[in-house]
């Protein structure tokens, strides 16, 4: 089955992000999903005849999975904005989850701005655990590396060079990462984890 590049219903304007970079940032998003599926489709025909495409096949192996990585973590990304922005509901599930694990549900922004500016591209990630019922936030690089396995993400702010080189410069991740928060809609992020313990005791 072919993955299809969705639509993103984000705000006319946006604090901080211009349309531009987030029209060059969707492009990106697209060539993710065109080349999951363009490496799906040569991977039978490559696994048919091994003698001839087996290293062919093992890279095209490791490669899927980084399409993969950047087709899902940008759909997680772009989502976030759609609506606009929205504070976090302290009554929230997802506020009273986060405040039992960092103290103030508000700390979980510096944490992830801080994890947001380690160095190399990659995305600062905030995953669920519903076995431990607690939060891990981590970095992952490029974007399918240091993952949490099958842990469901809450919160994915992309930190690639990107993201921000057209509005900010190469030093300006400090200020994208805030603009970033800033256009955050935490109502998205409290569906998602609704839907992450929806039955669990
Ligand atoms: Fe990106």
């Known amino acids: 089955m072919e993955y299809t590049e969705k639509k993103f219903n ?7 992000l211009s349309k531009e970079g987030i029209s060059q940032h969707l492009g ?3 060539g993710y999903v065109k ?8 991977l ?4 048919g005849d091994m003698e001839k495409h087996g290293l062919a ?19 997680l990304y772009f989502s976030q904005w759609e609506g606009g922005a929205q504070a976090l509901d302290p009554n929230s599930a997802l ?11 508000a700390h979980v922004v510096p944490y992830l701005t801080a994890i947001g500016m380690m160095r190399g591209p990659g995305w600062a990630l905030l995953y669920w655990d519903p076995e431990a019922k607690q939060f891990l936030a981590g970095f992952s690089g490029e974007q399918h590396q240091g993952h949490f396995a099958t842990l ?10 990107h993201a921000f080189l057209l509005d900010y410069g190469a030093q ?29 005791k």
Request: glycine share 6%; net charge negative; proline share 3%.
């Open 10 to 16: 984000l705000p006319e304007e946006m604090e901080g």
């Open 95 to 105: 506020a009273q989850a986060l405040a039992k694990d960092y103290k103030d549900a």
């Open 152 to 161: 469901p993400v809450v919160l994915a702010l992309d930190v690639w060079e």
């Open 172 to 200: 300006g991740k400090a200020k994208y990462i805030d603009a970033f928060f800033k256009n955050l809609n935490w109502k998205v992020l409290e569906q998602r984890f609704a839907d992450m313990t929806t039955g669990q």
């Open 28 to 30: 990106l998003y697209g």
């Open 57 to 75: 096949l093992v890279e095209l192996i490791r490669r899927r999975s980084f399409e993969f990585g950047g087709m899902r973590l940008h759909e």
């Open 35 to 42: 080349n999951f599926n363009a490496i799906s489709k040569l």
């Open 44 to 47: 039978p025909e490559y696994a």
